[in-house]
């Protein structure tokens, strides 16, 4: 019999008679978007969750980027780093900014702090980093060099959803932290995303800007777009977040047998929890750099027995054709190496251990 095939995400969905239960009123009230009740329970139940004072949700993390930078003024250039999706650097350059980019760590992927100073010019004006997989950035050396700059921080963590540095919930570092909720991601509202920070001030501008510009129904005071968050999509994050804390645990399951299986391997580089961090699992992202198999052929050996692994992140940002030409892209080294070696293995809550050693069988093989 052919196995099914296993592709490197799946979708976590709460039982089904548990949604239909949670929208059932919606019937009743006709009240599907504009920040209905339930938009208003989720946002105090994820602020307790993720141990934040003020969150504002939208229709998609993207969006969330791209009206955070615009929430907070920020102009000219911006630090970032190319290893990461591609909206983190679209959304700067959306923003009609200049995105720097700064290398990577070779053991971590996130952005390499020691390198970001040399970067800083009378332009810069923020840092946007990305807590990559899961993996917490150099938050406090982050921290220090946006104080002595006068830089905002605004952190892409679209991979750390209940993460915790320290026994402090991630998103408590920088002006402003966005959340993915997409269906992908560790904990989702089939689209959807959340900025979390702590001055108030911003939750005025940011519901503006989500809601075409508009105060009210008759004042217009700034240009703004529609992002908002239906109570549909509410409602589905409702029923997952009641799963969060079993979905979590599966996927460290999961993890730790890949870890188990392919740890100490010569030429395979694996990222290990650190003992500091409570970790969410959200990837597993291997360098194959010397081993037997380089990553295209790892990649090629699973696929032909039906198993889907992602060049996740590859190509670099700064490859992108959109770019060129537009500004100067400054050379990560580091970061080419690693997108030119990583492949993200299959890593889902439903994923087996069973499963996890035909993966690993067949990259030994
Ligand atoms: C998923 C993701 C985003 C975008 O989030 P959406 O909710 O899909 O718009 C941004 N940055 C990174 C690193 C992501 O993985």
Known sequence: MEKKPIMVVRSSMPPYEEFIEEIKDLWESRHLTHQGPKYHLLAEK??????????????????????????????????????TFASTTQAIVRNGLTPVFCDIREDDYTMDVSKIESLITDKTSAIMPVHVYGNVCDVYAIEKIAKKHNLKVIYD????????????????FGDMTMFSFHATKVYHTVEGGGLVFSDPKYQTKLAQLRQFGMQGQESVPIVGTNAKMTEMHAAMGLCNLRHIDEEIAKRKKAAERYLQRLGGVKGIQLCYPKDNVKGNYAYFPVVFDGYKYNRDEVSDLLAKE????????????????????????????????????????????????????????????
């Not at 963590?157 to 408590?172: C, S």
């Open 46 to 83: 994820l602020k307790e969750y993720l141990g934040v004072k003020e969150i504002s949700m939208f229709a998609n993390g993207h969006l969330a980027l791209e009206l955070a930078i615009e929430a907070m003024g920020l102009t000219g250039e911006v630090i970032t780093t190319p290893y």
């Open 306 to 365: 039906n198993i889907f692994a992602r060049k996740y992140f590859y190509p670099l940002t700064s490859d992108f054709e959109a770019y060129q030409g537009k500004f100067p892209i400054q050379e990560t080294p580091i970061a080419r190496r690693i997108a030119n070696s990583v492949l993200t293995l299959p890593l889902y809550a439903d994923l087996t251990v069973e499963e996890v050693d035909r993966i690993c069988d067949i990259i030994l093989q």
């Open 157 to 172: 963590a679209a991979h750390v959803f209940g993460v915790e540095v320290d026994g402090i919930p991630v998103g408590n």
